[in-house]
Protein backbone atom coordinates (compact mmCIF):
# COMPACT_ATOMS: atom_id res chain seq x y z
CA UNK A 1 0.00 0.00 0.00
CA UNK A 2 1.46 3.31 -1.16
CA UNK A 3 1.58 6.13 1.75
CA UNK A 4 -0.94 8.70 1.45
CA UNK A 5 0.75 11.88 0.72
CA UNK A 6 -0.74 15.45 1.38
CA UNK A 7 -2.32 15.69 -2.53
CA UNK A 8 -1.50 19.53 -2.51
CA UNK A 9 2.13 18.84 -1.07
CA UNK A 10 3.76 20.44 -4.44
CA UNK A 11 1.36 23.34 -4.41
CA UNK A 12 3.16 26.73 -3.76
CA UNK A 13 0.22 26.95 -1.36
CA UNK A 14 0.67 23.85 0.52
CA UNK A 15 -0.68 24.19 4.07
CA UNK A 16 2.34 24.80 6.51
CA UNK A 17 2.04 24.74 10.30
CA UNK A 18 4.84 24.64 12.88
CA UNK A 19 5.23 20.48 14.21
CA UNK A 20 5.35 21.72 17.37
CA UNK A 21 1.50 22.96 17.05
CA UNK A 22 0.98 19.04 16.96
CA UNK A 23 3.01 18.26 19.59
CA UNK A 24 0.46 20.12 21.74
CA UNK A 25 -2.69 18.84 20.44
CA UNK A 26 -1.07 15.72 20.35
CA UNK A 27 -0.36 16.04 24.43
CA UNK A 28 -3.70 17.30 24.90
CA UNK A 29 -5.31 14.52 23.24
CA UNK A 30 -2.88 12.14 25.29
CA UNK A 31 -4.13 13.94 28.50
CA UNK A 32 -7.75 13.18 27.71
CA UNK A 33 -7.36 9.25 27.23
CA UNK A 34 -5.09 8.46 29.60
CA UNK A 35 -5.17 10.26 32.83
CA UNK A 36 -2.19 9.26 34.01
CA UNK A 37 -0.52 11.78 31.55
CA UNK A 38 0.89 14.97 33.51
CA UNK A 39 3.64 17.88 31.85
CA UNK A 40 5.93 20.40 32.79
CA UNK A 41 7.57 22.57 31.29
CA UNK A 42 10.46 25.19 31.95
CA UNK A 43 9.13 28.63 31.22
CA UNK A 44 8.51 27.88 27.83
CA UNK A 45 4.83 26.73 28.14
CA UNK A 46 3.02 28.37 25.21
CA UNK A 47 6.08 28.24 22.69
CA UNK A 48 6.64 24.59 23.21
CA UNK A 49 2.63 24.22 23.11
CA UNK A 50 2.33 23.15 26.18
CA UNK A 51 0.02 25.35 27.03
CA UNK A 52 -3.19 23.75 25.60
CA UNK A 53 -2.40 20.64 28.17
CA UNK A 54 -2.36 23.59 31.00
CA UNK A 55 -5.55 24.77 30.51
CA UNK A 56 -7.52 21.56 29.69
CA UNK A 57 -5.83 19.92 32.73
CA UNK A 58 -4.09 22.35 35.19
CA UNK A 59 -3.95 20.01 38.00
CA UNK A 60 -1.84 17.97 35.73
CA UNK A 61 0.47 20.48 34.47
CA UNK A 62 3.76 21.44 36.48
CA UNK A 63 5.65 24.60 35.90
CA UNK A 64 9.37 24.36 36.60
CA UNK A 65 10.62 27.66 36.04
CA UNK A 66 13.79 27.83 34.19
CA UNK A 67 15.49 25.06 35.88
CA UNK A 68 15.78 21.92 33.03
CA UNK A 69 17.90 19.81 35.34
CA UNK A 70 14.93 20.08 37.84
CA UNK A 71 12.63 19.40 35.12
CA UNK A 72 14.01 16.33 33.84
CA UNK A 73 15.01 14.69 37.62
CA UNK A 74 11.23 16.10 39.24
CA UNK A 75 9.90 14.20 36.02
CA UNK A 76 11.98 11.07 36.70
CA UNK A 77 9.86 10.98 40.41
CA UNK A 78 6.52 11.67 39.01
CA UNK A 79 7.19 8.68 36.96
CA UNK A 80 7.80 6.72 40.26
CA UNK A 81 4.56 7.29 41.31
CA UNK A 82 3.21 6.06 37.86
CA UNK A 83 2.90 8.93 36.08
CA UNK A 84 3.59 9.55 32.17
CA UNK A 85 5.66 13.12 32.45
CA UNK A 86 6.08 14.60 29.45
CA UNK A 87 8.97 17.66 29.76
CA UNK A 88 9.07 20.40 26.93
CA UNK A 89 11.96 23.07 26.84
CA UNK A 90 14.34 24.29 23.53
CA UNK A 91 16.37 21.33 22.52
CA UNK A 92 19.22 23.44 23.62
CA UNK A 93 18.10 23.54 26.83
CA UNK A 94 16.42 20.39 27.38
CA UNK A 95 18.25 18.07 26.27
CA UNK A 96 21.32 20.41 26.07
CA UNK A 97 21.57 20.87 29.37
CA UNK A 98 20.40 17.96 31.61
CA UNK A 99 21.73 15.50 29.27
CA UNK A 100 23.28 13.64 32.38
CA UNK A 101 19.75 13.93 34.79
CA UNK A 102 18.38 12.20 31.49
CA UNK A 103 20.95 9.78 31.33
CA UNK A 104 20.82 8.69 34.99
CA UNK A 105 17.06 9.42 36.11
CA UNK A 106 15.46 8.56 33.17
CA UNK A 107 17.34 6.25 30.64
CA UNK A 108 19.32 3.90 33.13
CA UNK A 109 16.82 4.26 35.47
CA UNK A 110 14.32 3.18 32.87
CA UNK A 111 11.36 5.31 33.68
CA UNK A 112 9.11 6.50 30.67
CA UNK A 113 10.05 10.40 31.28
CA UNK A 114 9.22 11.95 28.03
CA UNK A 115 12.20 14.52 27.06
CA UNK A 116 10.82 17.06 24.00
CA UNK A 117 12.83 19.30 22.77
CA UNK A 118 11.20 21.96 20.43
CA UNK A 119 13.29 24.88 18.41
CA UNK A 120 15.80 21.96 17.13
CA UNK A 121 17.68 22.36 13.92
CA UNK A 122 18.81 25.90 12.25
CA UNK A 123 15.79 26.55 11.12
CA UNK A 124 14.95 28.20 14.99
CA UNK A 125 16.24 31.35 12.35
CA UNK A 126 17.08 34.98 14.24
CA UNK A 127 17.86 33.58 17.59
CA UNK A 128 21.40 31.95 16.31
CA UNK A 129 23.79 29.47 16.94
CA UNK A 130 22.68 29.53 20.86
CA UNK A 131 19.76 28.44 20.18
CA UNK A 132 19.85 26.36 17.33
CA UNK A 133 20.12 22.81 18.51
CA UNK A 134 21.78 20.47 16.40
CA UNK A 135 23.64 18.06 18.55
CA UNK A 136 20.34 16.60 20.26
CA UNK A 137 19.73 13.14 17.97
CA UNK A 138 23.49 12.55 18.41
CA UNK A 139 23.24 13.06 22.22
CA UNK A 140 20.20 10.79 22.57
CA UNK A 141 20.43 8.08 20.68
CA UNK A 142 23.39 6.68 22.17
CA UNK A 143 21.17 6.20 25.49
CA UNK A 144 20.33 2.58 25.70
CA UNK A 145 16.41 2.37 26.53
CA UNK A 146 15.91 5.76 24.84
CA UNK A 147 13.40 6.20 22.00
CA UNK A 148 14.01 8.72 19.72
CA UNK A 149 11.57 10.27 17.51
CA UNK A 150 11.64 13.31 15.03
CA UNK A 151 8.05 14.12 13.07
CA UNK A 152 8.16 15.22 9.92
CA UNK A 153 5.06 18.02 9.94
CA UNK A 154 3.04 18.80 12.49
CA UNK A 155 0.49 16.36 11.68
CA UNK A 156 2.62 13.50 11.90
CA UNK A 157 3.38 15.30 15.75
CA UNK A 158 0.37 14.41 16.93
CA UNK A 159 0.32 11.01 15.97
CA UNK A 160 3.26 10.17 17.77
CA UNK A 161 2.45 12.51 20.74
CA UNK A 162 -0.13 10.07 21.84
CA UNK A 163 1.37 7.05 20.82
CA UNK A 164 5.22 8.14 23.10
CA UNK A 165 2.45 8.56 25.97
CA UNK A 166 1.74 4.56 25.69
CA UNK A 167 4.83 3.25 24.65
CA UNK A 168 6.24 3.10 28.66
CA UNK A 169 10.02 3.90 27.62
CA UNK A 170 12.42 7.08 27.99
CA UNK A 171 11.47 9.09 24.77
CA UNK A 172 13.23 11.78 22.93
CA UNK A 173 10.98 13.84 20.76
CA UNK A 174 12.23 16.73 18.53
CA UNK A 175 10.54 19.40 17.18
CA UNK A 176 11.46 21.60 14.86
CA UNK A 177 9.76 26.01 15.98
CA UNK A 178 9.31 27.16 11.85
CA UNK A 179 6.18 26.54 9.74
CA UNK A 180 6.67 23.25 8.34
CA UNK A 181 5.16 21.94 4.88
CA UNK A 182 2.53 19.25 5.62
CA UNK A 183 3.31 16.18 3.54
CA UNK A 184 1.05 13.49 5.27
CA UNK A 185 -2.40 13.02 5.51
CA UNK A 186 -4.73 11.98 8.73
CA UNK A 187 -4.80 8.67 6.72
CA UNK A 188 -1.05 8.22 6.66
CA UNK A 189 1.00 5.63 8.71
CA UNK A 190 2.89 6.28 12.03
CA UNK A 191 3.99 3.67 14.68
CA UNK A 192 7.14 4.16 16.87
CA UNK A 193 10.01 2.55 15.17
CA UNK A 194 8.29 2.17 11.46
CA UNK A 195 10.09 4.22 8.34
CA UNK A 196 7.90 5.01 4.85
CA UNK A 197 8.73 4.93 1.65
CA UNK A 198 7.21 7.89 0.31
CA UNK A 199 8.35 7.61 -2.71
CA UNK A 200 9.45 4.84 -5.07
CA UNK A 201 12.35 5.05 -7.91
CA UNK A 202 14.89 2.83 -8.67
CA UNK A 203 18.18 5.05 -8.81
CA UNK A 204 18.99 6.42 -4.97
CA UNK A 205 17.42 5.97 -1.42
CA UNK A 206 16.92 9.35 -0.21
CA UNK A 207 16.44 9.08 3.67
CA UNK A 208 15.17 11.65 5.54
CA UNK A 209 14.24 12.87 9.24
CA UNK A 210 12.17 15.32 10.63
CA UNK A 211 11.63 18.39 8.60
CA UNK A 212 13.91 17.00 5.85
CA UNK A 213 11.59 14.57 4.61
CA UNK A 214 9.36 17.45 3.00
CA UNK A 215 12.63 18.47 1.36
CA UNK A 216 13.43 15.24 0.15
CA UNK A 217 10.43 14.81 -1.63
CA UNK A 218 10.76 18.57 -3.28
CA UNK A 219 14.36 17.42 -4.38
CA UNK A 220 13.33 13.83 -6.10
CA UNK A 221 10.50 15.94 -7.92
CA UNK A 222 13.56 17.80 -9.39
CA UNK A 223 16.02 14.66 -9.56
CA UNK A 224 13.23 12.92 -12.00
CA UNK A 225 13.19 15.95 -14.33
CA UNK A 226 16.79 14.97 -14.68
CA UNK A 227 15.86 11.21 -15.44
CA UNK A 228 17.30 10.66 -11.83
CA UNK A 229 14.38 8.48 -10.47
CA UNK A 230 14.77 8.61 -6.92
CA UNK A 231 12.83 6.50 -3.72
CA UNK A 232 12.04 8.66 -0.57
CA UNK A 233 12.27 7.12 2.70
CA UNK A 234 10.80 8.95 5.89
CA UNK A 235 12.70 7.62 8.76
CA UNK A 236 11.03 9.46 11.92
CA UNK A 237 12.03 7.15 14.26
CA UNK A 238 15.85 7.10 14.39
CA UNK A 239 16.04 4.70 17.43
CA UNK A 240 15.01 2.05 17.08
CA UNK A 241 15.72 2.06 13.38
CA UNK A 242 13.48 0.45 11.01
CA UNK A 243 15.86 -2.18 9.62
CA UNK A 244 14.24 -3.42 7.56
CA UNK A 245 12.57 -0.94 5.21
CA UNK A 246 15.63 0.83 5.06
CA UNK A 247 17.19 -2.72 4.19
CA UNK A 248 14.82 -3.17 1.55
CA UNK A 249 15.29 0.40 -0.40
CA UNK A 250 18.78 0.48 0.41
CA UNK A 251 19.00 -2.93 -1.48
CA UNK A 252 17.07 -2.07 -4.38
CA UNK A 253 18.64 0.94 -5.02
CA UNK A 254 22.13 0.51 -4.11
CA UNK A 255 23.18 3.94 -2.88
CA UNK A 256 21.97 6.60 -0.08
CA UNK A 257 21.79 9.75 0.72
CA UNK A 258 20.67 10.77 4.57
CA UNK A 259 19.36 14.44 5.56
CA UNK A 260 18.90 16.05 8.54
CA UNK A 261 18.64 19.36 10.16
CA UNK A 262 21.35 18.54 12.68
CA UNK A 263 25.04 17.58 13.16
CA UNK A 264 25.72 15.07 10.92
CA UNK A 265 28.44 13.93 12.96
CA UNK A 266 26.74 10.71 15.32
CA UNK A 267 23.16 12.20 14.18
CA UNK A 268 20.66 10.60 11.95
CA UNK A 269 23.04 9.78 8.87
CA UNK A 270 25.43 8.30 11.68
CA UNK A 271 22.88 5.89 12.44
CA UNK A 272 22.00 5.03 9.23
CA UNK A 273 25.75 4.34 8.30
CA UNK A 274 26.64 2.77 11.04
CA UNK A 275 23.77 0.18 10.20
CA UNK A 276 23.67 -0.27 6.66
CA UNK A 277 28.05 -0.18 7.11
CA UNK A 278 27.76 -3.42 9.40
CA UNK A 279 24.91 -5.27 7.21
CA UNK A 280 25.32 -4.01 3.42
CA UNK A 281 28.10 -1.57 2.68
CA UNK A 282 27.26 0.86 0.06
CA UNK A 283 28.02 4.66 -0.92
CA UNK A 284 26.67 7.08 1.40
CA UNK A 285 25.99 10.34 1.34
CA UNK A 286 25.26 12.55 4.58
CA UNK A 287 23.50 15.61 4.13
CA UNK A 288 23.60 17.56 7.66
CA UNK A 289 25.96 20.53 9.71
CA UNK A 290 29.39 19.63 9.00
CA UNK A 291 31.67 19.91 12.72
CA UNK A 292 30.05 23.83 13.02
CA UNK A 293 26.97 25.66 14.39
CA UNK A 294 24.69 27.65 12.85
CA UNK A 295 23.97 31.56 12.81
CA UNK A 296 21.30 34.37 12.81
CA UNK A 297 19.15 34.27 9.19
CA UNK A 298 15.65 33.76 8.35
CA UNK A 299 14.96 29.89 8.23
CA UNK A 300 14.66 30.12 4.65
CA UNK A 301 18.02 31.61 4.10
CA UNK A 302 19.92 29.48 6.64
CA UNK A 303 18.16 26.07 5.26
CA UNK A 304 19.50 27.03 1.44
CA UNK A 305 22.99 28.39 3.02
CA UNK A 306 23.64 25.13 4.50
CA UNK A 307 22.23 23.06 1.16
CA UNK A 308 18.98 21.93 2.61
CA UNK A 309 16.36 22.78 0.65
CA UNK A 310 14.79 20.79 -1.78
CA UNK A 311 16.90 22.70 -4.90
CA UNK A 312 20.21 22.42 -2.75
CA UNK A 313 19.44 18.26 -1.54
CA UNK A 314 18.80 17.86 -5.69
CA UNK A 315 22.33 19.77 -6.50
CA UNK A 316 24.16 17.58 -3.78
CA UNK A 317 22.11 13.98 -5.05
CA UNK A 318 22.96 14.66 -8.61
CA UNK A 319 26.54 14.83 -7.78
CA UNK A 320 26.93 12.41 -5.05
CA UNK A 321 24.86 9.88 -7.95
CA UNK A 322 27.83 10.96 -10.51
CA UNK A 323 30.59 9.57 -8.58
CA UNK A 324 29.03 6.96 -6.23
CA UNK A 325 28.86 3.49 -7.61
CA UNK A 326 25.85 1.32 -6.58
CA UNK A 327 25.96 -1.39 -4.50
CA UNK A 328 25.43 -4.68 -6.65
CA UNK A 329 24.25 -8.16 -5.16
CA UNK A 330 26.93 -10.27 -6.28
CA UNK A 331 29.89 -7.75 -5.05
CA UNK B 1 9.26 -1.00 58.33
CA UNK B 2 7.26 -0.06 61.69
CA UNK B 3 8.73 -2.41 64.35
CA UNK B 4 8.41 -2.41 67.91
CA UNK B 5 12.19 -2.02 68.39
CA UNK B 6 13.50 -0.08 71.45
CA UNK B 7 15.38 2.71 71.18
CA UNK B 8 18.34 0.66 72.46
CA UNK B 9 17.24 -2.54 70.05
CA UNK B 10 17.81 -0.02 67.08
CA UNK B 11 21.09 1.07 68.22
CA UNK B 12 22.40 -2.53 68.50
CA UNK B 13 20.34 -2.62 64.83
CA UNK B 14 22.91 0.40 63.70
CA UNK B 15 25.81 -1.94 64.94
CA UNK B 16 24.44 -4.61 63.24
CA UNK B 17 24.60 -2.58 59.98
CA UNK B 18 27.73 -1.20 61.08
CA UNK B 19 29.22 -4.47 60.77
CA UNK B 20 27.80 -5.44 57.46
CA UNK B 21 29.44 -1.94 55.35
CA UNK B 22 32.43 -3.12 57.19
CA UNK B 23 32.05 -6.82 55.97
CA UNK B 24 30.45 -5.91 52.81
CA UNK B 25 33.54 -3.10 51.91
CA UNK B 26 36.21 -5.53 52.68
CA UNK B 27 34.68 -8.61 50.25
CA UNK B 28 34.31 -5.68 47.70
CA UNK B 29 37.67 -4.75 47.71
CA UNK B 30 36.54 -0.65 46.98
CA UNK B 31 33.78 1.70 47.71
CA UNK B 32 32.71 4.34 50.44
CA UNK B 33 33.50 3.62 54.44
CA UNK B 34 33.03 6.77 56.03
CA UNK B 35 29.79 7.74 54.78
CA UNK B 36 27.71 4.55 55.25
CA UNK B 37 29.29 4.15 58.38
CA UNK B 38 27.86 7.80 59.20
CA UNK B 39 24.62 7.34 58.59
CA UNK B 40 23.73 3.53 60.39
CA UNK B 41 21.76 5.24 63.30
CA UNK B 42 19.75 7.49 60.68
CA UNK B 43 19.17 4.41 58.29
CA UNK B 44 18.29 1.89 61.45
CA UNK B 45 15.70 4.21 62.64
CA UNK B 46 14.56 4.76 58.93
CA UNK B 47 14.17 1.02 57.90
CA UNK B 48 13.42 -0.30 61.41
CA UNK B 49 10.87 2.96 62.97
CA UNK B 50 9.69 5.51 60.62
CA UNK B 51 9.12 3.76 57.15
CA UNK B 52 5.84 2.59 56.45
CA UNK B 53 7.13 -0.52 53.90
CA UNK B 54 7.27 -4.01 53.86
CA UNK B 55 10.19 -5.86 52.47
CA UNK B 56 8.12 -8.54 51.23
CA UNK B 57 5.86 -6.51 49.05
CA UNK B 58 9.02 -3.81 48.00
CA UNK B 59 5.99 -2.37 45.65
CA UNK B 60 3.17 -1.94 47.89
CA UNK B 61 1.03 0.69 46.48
CA UNK B 62 0.36 2.23 50.46
CA UNK B 63 4.14 2.36 51.33
CA UNK B 64 6.34 5.42 52.01
CA UNK B 65 9.17 6.04 49.64
CA UNK B 66 12.53 6.38 50.10
CA UNK B 67 14.96 7.94 47.39
CA UNK B 68 19.20 7.64 48.26
CA UNK B 69 19.99 11.15 46.32
CA UNK B 70 24.38 10.24 47.17
CA UNK B 71 24.44 7.06 45.91
CA UNK B 72 27.73 5.98 46.82
CA UNK B 73 26.64 5.36 50.21
CA UNK B 74 24.60 2.92 48.91
CA UNK B 75 26.04 0.25 51.07
CA UNK B 76 24.29 1.41 54.46
CA UNK B 77 21.00 1.31 52.70
CA UNK B 78 21.68 -2.10 51.34
CA UNK B 79 22.66 -3.21 54.84
CA UNK B 80 19.85 -2.18 56.47
CA UNK B 81 17.61 -3.68 53.45
CA UNK B 82 19.26 -6.78 54.17
CA UNK B 83 18.52 -6.64 57.88
CA UNK B 84 15.17 -5.43 57.48
CA UNK B 85 14.51 -8.86 55.41
CA UNK B 86 14.24 -7.41 51.91
CA UNK B 87 16.88 -9.93 50.65
CA UNK B 88 19.05 -12.29 52.69
CA UNK B 89 21.71 -10.84 54.71
CA UNK B 90 24.01 -12.95 53.19
CA UNK B 91 23.59 -11.42 49.46
CA UNK B 92 25.55 -8.63 51.24
CA UNK B 93 29.24 -10.11 50.13
CA UNK B 94 28.53 -9.64 46.45
CA UNK B 95 28.83 -5.64 46.75
CA UNK B 96 30.03 -4.32 43.29
CA UNK B 97 30.79 -8.14 42.09
CA UNK B 98 30.52 -9.12 38.87
CA UNK B 99 26.05 -10.33 38.15
CA UNK B 100 25.68 -9.19 42.15
CA UNK B 101 21.61 -7.10 42.41
CA UNK B 102 24.15 -5.09 44.60
CA UNK B 103 25.88 -2.46 42.44
CA UNK B 104 28.24 -0.12 43.11
CA UNK B 105 25.50 2.91 43.20
CA UNK B 106 21.97 1.61 43.19
CA UNK B 107 20.08 0.62 40.16
CA UNK B 108 16.27 0.57 40.71
CA UNK B 109 15.72 -2.10 38.05
CA UNK B 110 18.26 -4.67 39.83
CA UNK B 111 16.77 -4.77 43.02
CA UNK B 112 13.19 -4.86 44.53
CA UNK B 113 13.02 -2.28 46.97
CA UNK B 114 15.02 0.40 45.45
CA UNK B 115 13.19 3.12 44.38
CA UNK B 116 15.86 5.42 42.15
CA UNK B 117 18.99 4.66 40.60
CA UNK B 118 21.64 7.39 41.54
CA UNK B 119 25.44 7.80 41.78
CA UNK B 120 25.47 10.78 39.70
CA UNK B 121 25.20 13.62 42.54
CA UNK B 122 22.50 16.20 43.37
CA UNK B 123 19.28 14.38 41.53
CA UNK B 124 17.85 13.03 44.56
CA UNK B 125 15.71 15.71 46.02
CA UNK B 126 14.36 16.82 42.74
CA UNK B 127 13.15 12.80 42.27
CA UNK B 128 11.72 12.99 45.56
CA UNK B 129 10.27 16.25 45.10
CA UNK B 130 8.20 14.89 41.93
CA UNK B 131 6.86 12.07 43.63
CA UNK B 132 5.61 14.01 46.89
CA UNK B 133 3.94 16.70 44.31
CA UNK B 134 2.11 14.07 42.51
CA UNK B 135 1.07 12.79 46.29
CA UNK B 136 0.14 15.98 47.50
CA UNK B 137 -1.17 17.46 44.14
CA UNK B 138 -2.53 14.71 41.72
CA UNK B 139 -3.48 11.71 43.80
CA UNK B 140 -4.26 14.08 47.09
CA UNK B 141 -3.13 11.02 49.27
CA UNK B 142 -2.17 12.48 52.63
CA UNK B 143 -0.75 9.51 54.92
CA UNK B 144 1.86 8.50 52.54
CA UNK B 145 5.31 10.29 52.80
CA UNK B 146 8.47 10.52 50.76
CA UNK B 147 12.13 10.65 52.05
CA UNK B 148 15.18 11.49 50.69
CA UNK B 149 18.77 11.08 52.39
CA UNK B 150 21.49 13.68 50.95
CA UNK B 151 25.40 14.08 51.22
CA UNK B 152 26.64 17.64 52.68
CA UNK B 153 29.34 17.93 49.73
CA UNK B 154 26.73 17.18 47.34
CA UNK B 155 24.97 20.39 48.06
CA UNK B 156 27.67 21.85 45.98
CA UNK B 157 25.11 20.63 43.00
CA UNK B 158 22.75 23.50 41.50
CA UNK B 159 20.23 20.73 40.72
CA UNK B 160 19.57 20.70 44.76
CA UNK B 161 18.78 24.41 44.74
CA UNK B 162 16.32 23.91 41.49
CA UNK B 163 14.73 21.71 43.54
CA UNK B 164 14.71 23.41 46.97
CA UNK B 165 13.01 26.34 45.42
CA UNK B 166 10.37 23.96 43.67
CA UNK B 167 9.42 21.88 46.97
CA UNK B 168 9.56 25.24 48.78
CA UNK B 169 7.15 27.03 46.22
CA UNK B 170 4.66 24.13 46.38
CA UNK B 171 5.02 23.86 50.02
CA UNK B 172 5.48 19.94 49.49
CA UNK B 173 4.95 18.94 53.03
CA UNK B 174 4.87 15.17 52.72
CA UNK B 175 8.36 15.70 51.67
CA UNK B 176 11.50 15.07 54.74
CA UNK B 177 15.05 15.49 53.68
CA UNK B 178 18.14 14.59 55.18
CA UNK B 179 21.46 16.34 54.78
CA UNK B 180 24.13 14.00 56.29
CA UNK B 181 26.00 16.84 57.42
CA UNK B 182 29.93 15.41 57.85
CA UNK B 183 31.69 18.06 57.18
CA UNK B 184 33.97 16.15 54.57
CA UNK B 185 34.00 16.07 50.97
CA UNK B 186 36.85 14.36 48.72
CA UNK B 187 38.86 16.96 48.49
CA UNK B 188 38.68 18.23 51.97
CA UNK B 189 36.46 19.84 54.29
CA UNK B 190 33.15 20.97 53.21
CA UNK B 191 33.69 24.47 54.38
CA UNK B 192 36.87 24.75 52.84
CA UNK B 193 35.91 22.97 49.51
CA UNK B 194 32.79 25.14 48.79
CA UNK B 195 31.14 26.69 52.37
CA UNK B 196 27.41 25.69 52.70
CA UNK B 197 27.43 27.64 56.03
CA UNK B 198 24.35 29.22 57.09
CA UNK B 199 23.19 25.97 56.12
CA UNK B 200 19.77 26.23 58.55
CA UNK B 201 19.43 29.74 57.09
CA UNK B 202 19.89 28.58 53.40
CA UNK B 203 17.27 26.46 53.63
CA UNK B 204 14.81 28.35 56.02
CA UNK B 205 14.87 31.20 52.90
CA UNK B 206 13.82 28.63 50.82
CA UNK B 207 10.46 28.34 52.43
CA UNK B 208 12.20 25.22 54.40
CA UNK B 209 11.15 24.19 58.28
CA UNK B 210 14.42 23.03 59.13
CA UNK B 211 15.63 21.24 62.08
CA UNK B 212 19.18 20.02 63.26
CA UNK B 213 19.65 17.18 65.44
CA UNK B 214 22.13 14.61 66.46
CA UNK B 215 22.37 12.22 63.69
CA UNK B 216 23.82 9.31 65.68
CA UNK B 217 20.82 10.04 68.54
CA UNK B 218 18.25 7.39 67.34
CA UNK B 219 15.92 8.71 69.26
CA UNK B 220 16.10 12.73 68.15
CA UNK B 221 16.34 11.09 64.12
CA UNK B 222 12.65 9.56 65.13
CA UNK B 223 11.49 12.31 66.65
CA UNK B 224 12.38 14.79 63.72
CA UNK B 225 10.95 12.50 61.30
CA UNK B 226 7.76 12.77 63.76
CA UNK B 227 8.16 16.48 63.54
CA UNK B 228 8.30 17.31 60.10
CA UNK B 229 5.32 14.65 59.16
CA UNK B 230 3.18 17.39 61.59
CA UNK B 231 4.21 20.47 59.54
CA UNK B 232 1.86 20.48 56.85
CA UNK B 233 2.50 23.77 54.86
CA UNK B 234 6.23 23.32 54.45
CA UNK B 235 9.10 20.64 53.63
CA UNK B 236 11.72 19.73 56.45
CA UNK B 237 14.99 19.78 56.22
CA UNK B 238 16.69 17.68 58.70
CA UNK B 239 20.16 18.68 59.28
CA UNK B 240 21.81 15.51 60.85
CA UNK B 241 25.31 15.89 62.25
CA UNK B 242 27.17 13.16 61.90
CA UNK B 243 30.60 11.89 62.09
CA UNK B 244 32.22 10.09 59.26
CA UNK B 245 33.27 6.56 59.92
CA UNK B 246 31.57 6.84 63.28
CA UNK B 247 31.98 3.35 65.42
CA UNK B 248 35.19 2.88 64.04
CA UNK B 249 37.67 4.93 65.93
CA UNK B 250 40.66 4.97 63.05
CA UNK B 251 37.99 5.82 60.42
CA UNK B 252 36.13 8.65 62.43
CA UNK B 253 36.92 12.19 60.81
CA UNK B 254 39.22 10.92 58.16
CA UNK B 255 38.10 11.87 54.50
CA UNK B 256 40.83 9.67 53.17
CA UNK B 257 38.09 7.05 54.10
CA UNK B 258 35.99 8.73 52.12
CA UNK B 259 36.55 6.74 48.90
CA UNK B 260 38.48 4.01 50.61
CA UNK B 261 37.29 0.48 51.91
CA UNK B 262 39.05 -1.61 54.81
CA UNK B 263 41.40 -4.00 54.12
CA UNK B 264 41.45 -7.28 55.75
CA UNK B 265 43.15 -6.43 58.99
CA UNK B 266 41.36 -3.05 58.97
CA UNK B 267 38.07 -4.55 58.67
CA UNK B 268 39.33 -7.12 61.34
CA UNK B 269 40.30 -4.44 63.34
CA UNK B 270 37.22 -2.49 63.05
CA UNK B 271 34.80 -5.64 63.47
CA UNK B 272 36.67 -6.21 66.75
CA UNK B 273 35.83 -2.74 67.53
CA UNK B 274 32.21 -2.39 66.51
CA UNK B 275 31.40 -6.35 68.50
CA UNK B 276 32.88 -4.38 71.78
CA UNK B 277 31.02 -1.20 70.85
CA UNK B 278 34.94 0.04 71.04
CA UNK B 279 35.93 -1.93 74.18
CA UNK B 280 32.76 -0.82 76.33
CA UNK B 281 31.88 -4.93 75.86
CA UNK B 282 34.71 -6.81 77.88
CA UNK B 283 33.22 -10.15 76.75
CA UNK B 284 31.53 -11.09 73.60
CA UNK B 285 28.79 -12.78 73.99
CA UNK B 286 27.21 -15.21 71.86
CA UNK B 287 25.62 -14.61 68.79
CA UNK B 288 27.53 -11.40 67.76
Known amino acids: MSYPLNPSLFNDDVKQEPIRAGFGRGLKAAGETNELVVALCADLTESTQMHLFREAFPKRFIEIGVAEQNLVTVAAGLARAGKI ?14 WEQIRTTAALNNQPVKVVGSHAGVSVGPDGATHQMLEDIA ?51 F ?76 GFGSAIAEFLGETLPMPIKRVGMKDRFGESGSPAELLEYFGMTGAGLAETIQEFVKIAPRYHQDT | ?50 LNIRPQEPEWADRDIFFLSNGHTVPVQYAAMAEAGFFPVDELVTLRKFGSRLQGHPEREKLPGL ?57 LSQLVGFIDRNNIQIDGSTEDVMPLEDLKGKWEAFGWHVLEIDGHNIESIIDATSQARAITNRPTMIIAHTIPGKGVDFMEY ?27 ITHEGAGV
Open chain 2, 254 to 280: DYKWHGMPPNHEQAKLALEKLRTLDGK
Open chain 1, 191 to 266: EIGKAYVLREGADISLLGTGTMSYQLLVAANILAEAGINAEVVHVPTIKPLDEATILASARKTGRVLTAEEAQAAG
Open chain 2, 1 to 50: MRTNLTISQLEAKANDIRKDIITMLEAAGSGHSAGPLGLADIFAALYFNV
Open chain 2, 115 to 171: ENTSGPLGSGLSQAAGYAYSMQYIDEITNRFVYVVMGDGELNEGNIWEAAMFAGKNK
Open chain 1, 85 to 98: PFTSSYAAFSPGRN
Open chain 1, 139 to 189: LMRVLPNMVVVAPGDSIEAEKATKLIAENGKPTYLRLAREKTPIFSTDDSP
